[in-house]
T-cell receptor, first 115, second 111 residues
């Protein structure tokens, strides 16, 4: 089982609140990712990072920000939560292994409900 | 047209059946093909990985890639109720390219 953790696992919050979803991994992976997943839909890449002090936006603009101050930690912040942000958020990390393809390991996810 | 197409199902089969899960894609640059399994309320876990065309077998699972048809498959033999999950295909051009995921197929194996 992958050593990647997400907190909280479930969150119910009111519109307009600021929230931070935590993600940490103990595998020493340089690359980390945030995905948004709605039931029966594709994983949408929100943000990713190639290493400390590196952050990039993915193909889904979710009005969120990320930071990467430490290798093992990659938090996602929503400055002002809206009902459209209701979804599951998955964090992942990866390394370039022997197979020459990035192998991604996923956390258990955070289910967010914005009222 | 989406880069990766995958029928969401659900696919319901009896225990012991052979299951075939499929994805089609449009990007001819894709060379690496993955299958992830995702149980309810869990994150995806890598199940199978294949490079370029051909077959790869791991226990009851066989991954098959046909690049000429831009079509990949995952076969599950002797399916078990514990195989009930959503199966996501993913593919990339390799190296540092971030994979593109299908929407997943929900599989239900009933006793």
């Amino acid at each position: 089982e992958a050593d990647i953790y997400q907190t909280p696992r479930y969150l119910v919050i009111g519109t307009g609140k600021k929230i931070t979803l935590e993600c940490s991994q103990t595998m020493g992976h340089d690359k980390m990712y945030w995905y948004q997943q709605d039931p029966g839909m594709e994983l949408h890449l929100i943000h990713y990072s190639y290493g400390v002090n590196s952050t990039e936006k993915g193909d889904l603009s979710s009005e969120s920000t990320v930071s990467r101050i430490r290798t093992e930690h990659f938090p996602l912040t929503l400055e002002s939560a809206r009902p459209s942000h209701t979804s599951q958020y998955l964090c992942a990390s990866s390394y370039l292994g022997r197979t020459d393809q990035e192998t991604q390991y996923f956390g258990p996810g955070t289910r967010l409900l914005v009222l | 047209q989406k880069e990766v197409e995958q029928d969401p199902g659900p696919l319901s089969v009896p225990e012991g059946a052979i299951v075939s899960l499929n994805c089609t894609y449009s990007n001819s640059a894709f060379q690496y093909f993955m299958w992830y399994r995702q149980y309810s309320r869990k994150g995806p876990e890598l199940l199978m990985y294949t490079y370029s065309s051909g077959n790869k077998e791991d226990g009851r699972f066989t991954a098959q890639v046909d690049k000429s048809s831009k079509y990949i498959s995952l076969f599950i033999r002797d399916s078990q109720p514990s195989d009930s999950a959503t199966y996501l295909c993913a593919m990339s051009a390799g190296g540092s390219y971030i994979p593109t995921f299908g929407r997943g197929t929900s599989l239900i194996v009933h006793p």
